[in-house]
């Protein structure tokens, strides 16, 4: 079985290596020009640097308000698809809901909605929110899921409604996860949003695309540059809020 | 007060937990149910205000049907029975204020006190109950800043303020420390004295529920094996609830 298994693992991945044309001397011979690419991207141009400082606004602009729409889209829908508190025929559709949209990435939503509203940051907002709301209601439920019984039994045995029992029951055992998840999409939706400009949904990716197809390396490298300071800086912050949470 | 015939409690897949109890608890009794571990006393307790679904029989309590309410008859009936929990079952990120207040859910129109809006008297109502329990002080603080033996009585306060005919108690001494116990039993017993409340009290310490009740119940398998005074509990009494043999 175990013998199996191993062969069965390496047959898939020499199939891929053949498939893909995985060859390590054309990487090799290839390096020369990765260093070529480099060094035509030093020094950077700094004339640009007011565009990117602009573009990296937009893009956490994206972020911030797709994630925070986001994430009261998304209450609801967790609740819904938590086992322990939803009902079974609300429960079932909603977690095949969750399933179906989380499997498509912010990109391919950006493209359909850039169709669907035209270019610029809009259609990164919609992009963003289509997919974080998915992916944090199913953070949501599995938080909830995750409570402790106690206190819902206690409030329960007050007399409590079912609302009720799922804001003084749940809620407060789950709120700072809740927050803390919030943060952490916030940070992947930074990284997801650099790239949406590619596709014509506005943000920091549009300049770095629109450089590097006019070949202006130097440009270019400011761009990557200011994009890597701004998932830094963000990615501290979050961190350092999301510490204090737990 | 509290009237139960014929209490069967099939947990699935096969599971008799309870089967033929037939106890009437009369106004002002403090009745201790006393049994081994797993003999069915949680069940029992949590039977009379349906956290657990009886599979047949009956329950009343205070005139009111239990078995065969409606959801907001059953959320009238609960009101009226306080309950005790072995682990306090705080919402433990919460003041201790906000706990108590929690006793008031069962009154309070839903939608306000979602949004943490209470009428004037039940916030009174609250700081008096927590007064009675000694912890007037502490109202402010999150209840998990609490030792074991505070959130019990914070837990009894939060009892207390839903105003009840009936209190129900699980285990109440269990988890803490045994110096405490008797602080808490006596607290229970001020509140049956003093306001003629009906006590059901679950223990499996022999001596404390001797020490107690004015009234014990022997729970053995699911069954009945033992009911009357404490004074009547022979050494052979105690052996048919918690011998080995049998």
Not at chain 1, 141 to 149: F, K, L, M, P, Y
Not at chain 2, 102 to 120: H, I, K, M, Q
Request: charged share 15%; glycine share 8%.
């Amino acid at each position: 079985m175990k013998r199996a298994a191993w062969f069965v693992a390496l047959v898939a991945l020499g199939w891929s290596a053949w498939d893909t044309g995985a060859d390590p001397v054309r990487f090799v011979r290839g390096l020369p020009w990765i260093f070529d690419i480099l060094g035509r991207m030093l020094p950077p141009d700094l004339r640009v640097l007011p565009a990117a400082l602009l573009g990296a606004l937009k893009t956490v602009e994206i972020a911030l308000l797709g994630t925070a729409v986001a994430a009261v889209l998304a209450l609801p829908l967790g609740v819904i698809s938590a086992r322990n508190v939803a009902a079974p025929p609300l429960f079932y559709p909603a977690r095949v809901v969750l399933n179906f949209f989380r499997s498509v990435d912010t990109l391919v939503y950006a493209l359909i909605f850039v169709a669907a509203v035209g270019l610029g940051p809009f259609p990164g907002v919609l992009a963003v929110i289509a997919y974080t709301t998915t992916s944090l209601a199913k953070l949501y439920s599995e938080a909830v899921e995750g409570i402790d019984r106690g206190p819902v039994d206690a409030i329960t045995a007050t007399g409590a409604t079912r609302l009720q029992i799922l804001r003084f029951g749940v809620l407060p055992q789950v709120l700072p996860l809740f927050l803390s998840y919030v943060l952490y999409r916030l940070e992947t939706n930074i990284r997801a949003a650099t790239v949406l400009g590619f596709v014509g949904a506005g943000g920091i990716g549009f300049y770095l695309q629109t450089y590097l197809r006019m070949i202006d390396y130097p440009a270019a490298s400011t761009v990557l540059l200011v994009t890597v300071a701004m998932v830094m800086v963000v990615d501290a912050l979050s961190s350092k809020l999301r510490e204090r949470l737990v | 007060m509290i009237h139960v015939a014929g209490l069967r409690v099939v947990l699935p897949p096969a599971a008799v937990i309870l089967d033929a109890i037939d106890l009437t608890v009369r106004p002002g009794e403090f009745l201790v149910v006393l049994g081994r571990s797993g003999a069915g006393k949680t069940t029992l307790l949590r039977a009379i205000n349906r956290l657990v679904e009886p599979t047949s029989g009956i329950v009343r309590v205070a005139g009111r049907s239990v078995t065969g309410a409606s959801a907001s008859e059953l959320r009238e009936a609960r009101r009226r029975m306080g309950m005790i929990f072995q682990q306090f079952n705080l919402v433990r990120r919460a003041r201790v204020i906000e706990n108590v207040l929690a006793g008031r859910l069962g009154y309070v129109p839903s939608l306000p006190s979602v949004f943490g809006a209470f009428p004037r008297a039940d916030r009174e109502l609250a700081m008096a109950c927590l007064a009675q329990v000694g912890l007037a002080t502490m109202a402010e603080r999150r209840a998990d800043k609490l030792s074991g033996g505070e959130q019990q009585r914070v837990a009894i306060a939060r009892a207390l303020a839903q105003q009840p005919s009936v209190i129900l108690a699980d285990e109440p001494t269990a988890s803490l420390d045994p110096a405490l116990t008797g602080s808490i039993m006596d607290i229970l017993r001020r509140i049956n004295v003093e306001r003629g409340l009906t006590l059901l009290v679950s223990q499996h310490q022999l001596e404390t529920a001797l020490a107690y009740a004015t009234r014990i119940v022997g729970l053995r398998r699911g069954r009945v094996c033992f009911d009357g005074a404490p004074g009547e509990v022979t050494p052979a009494v105690a052996e048919a609830i918690y011998g080995e043999n049998g």
